[in-house]
């Protein structure tokens, strides 16, 4: 995607990925092994009484959607975001994304900076992550 393609008030919805118990426990396992990501036994005795993704697993599964959906080819200039709710065994997750800001590059004549927010909800709509971010993008080469 070049910056030409984005236009300030596009709305973008991605499609849905499932989210398994198993998944939760091996992302843990690997990345973030506190007890309410290891198991429901462990996670019973947290706060969220019962197995949840780290907010980390769901952050690189918003990720893998925001990719999905042709946000390629660009760089990071910053996020901020939250975990409203945690994301649990069996949620189907999918971005609602809403271009917000757009703007060329005051140093670099081949390049500009997007504004992007997005909500990472479940089937139900419960909001299990919000991102807001800033993408460095190229515009699209003259021919």
């Not at 989210?19 to 969220?48: C, K, M, N, R, Y």
């Not at 080819?73 to 945690?86: N, S």
Request: net charge negative; hydrophobic share 35%; glycine share 8%.
């Amino acid at each position: 995607m070049w910056l030409e393609d984005f236009t300030v008030g596009d709305h973008l919805r991605s499609p849905e990925i499932a989210v398994t118990a198993e998944e939760i426990v091996a992302f843990a396992e690997a990345f973030d092994p506190q007890p309410g990501h290891l198991s429901q036994e462990t996670a019973l005795a947290t706060p969220f009484k019962g197995l949840c993704a780290s907010g980390w697993h769901t952050a690189a599964i918003s990720m893998r959607l925001f990719v999905d959906m042709g946000f390629t080819g660009m760089v990071g200039a910053g996020v901020d975001l939250t975990w409203p709710t945690p994301t649990r065994p069996g949620d189907r997750l999918h971005l609602e994304i809403r271009v917000t800001g757009k703007r060329d590059s005051r140093t670099k004549p081949n390049q500009g900076v997007v504004e992007v927010e997005y909500d990472t909800l479940n089937q139900d709509g419960e909001c299990r992550q919000r991102t807001r971010t800033r993408i460095v993008v190229w515009h699209k080469p003259v021919e």
